[in-house]
């Protein structure tokens, strides 16, 4: 009887935990995130330029995981979904075996298919360029790397500035299927809009009064800060 009682309650704890391993609801903890995080054990210094043969896991690789995995219900650090927590580059390492991308849980769920991929089902798939990314810095050793891009703040049309932006940076936690604090950063037309409430600059100039964006990852550089208010002021174009 008793053993019967254990075995009923570990399998509804079991359901418990499947069915709340990766809510799909925005929930919004209420903090607004201190906006600087991101590498854990502090953002390393950055190389003045980026090489094109080297992924940077400041530049590249948080960003993805952050928009892609970091959302409130999967792997942020109140969550942490599975366990897996996934905010700082040293809680990333965990899953990674330098050098060996194909031996790393980090890229073996990142590949998966079906219902089993990380990020799962509605959520879209990692594209193949950012599977790529992610295969790459791991190959190279998984370093907690740092560089100067190449951001001019004479480029701010949609199509070059904003949109590489939002698609790296935000759109996976601004999208229909998973739309943090109600906010759709995905299209043009919906990009203008969070644009025109003041809402879209406040956020990633971290002025006070907004949520610090984008959250989980760092501050965005002061160049495409500046790329976004001159693309707002010159009337958010869709060019
Ligand atoms: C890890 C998920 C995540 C990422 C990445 C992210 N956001 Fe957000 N964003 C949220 C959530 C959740 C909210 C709701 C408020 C909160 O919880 O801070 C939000 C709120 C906002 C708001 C409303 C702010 C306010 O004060 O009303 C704006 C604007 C915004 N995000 C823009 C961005 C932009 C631009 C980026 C990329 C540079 C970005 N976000 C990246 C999750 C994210």
């Not at 903090?31 to 502090?42: A, P, V």
């Not at 004479?154 to 904003?162: E, M, R």
């Not at 996976?172 to 879209?200: E, M, Q, R």
């Not at 971290?206 to 707002?232: F, V």
């Amino acid at each position: 009887m008793k053993n019967k009682f254990i075995y009923v309650a570990a399998v509804v704890a079991a359901a418990v935990i499947v069915l709340n391993a990766c809510r799909h609801e925005i929930l919004n903890p209420g903090n607004g995130g201190s906006g600087g995080g991101g590498t854990g054990g502090g953002t390393p210094p950055a190389v003045s330029s980026c090489s094109p043969d080297t992924v940077y896991f400041v530049n590249s690789i948080m960003p993805i995981i952050a928009s892609n995995c970091t959302m409130s219900g999967c792997h942020d650090n109140i969550t942490h979904a599975d366990g897996v927590d996934l905010t700082t580059y040293t809680k990333i390492v965990r899953y990674v075996v330098p050098g060996n991308a194909a031996n790393s849980k980090l890229y073996k769920e990142i590949i998966k298919t079906g219902s089993e991929r990380m990020p799962p089902p509605p959520m879209a798939p990692l594209t193949a360029a950012q599977i790529a990314l992610v295969q790459k810095w791991i190959n190279q050793g998984a370093k907690n790397n740092n560089c100067v891009g190449s951001c001019d703040t004479a480029t701010f049309t949609y199509t070059a500035a904003i949109k590489p932006i939002m698609t790296g940076k935000c759109v996976g936690c601004h999208n229909p299927t998973n739309l943090g604090g109600n906010i759709d950063l995905s299209t043009h037309a919906a990009v203008k809009v969070t644009a025109l409430n003041g809402k879209l600059y406040g956020s990633v100039a971290h002025l006070t009064g907004y949520s610090p964006m984008p959250k989980n990852s760092a501050k965005l550089s002061d160049c495409e800060i500046r790329q976004i208010q001159k693309w707002i002021t010159a009337g958010s174009q869709n060019n």
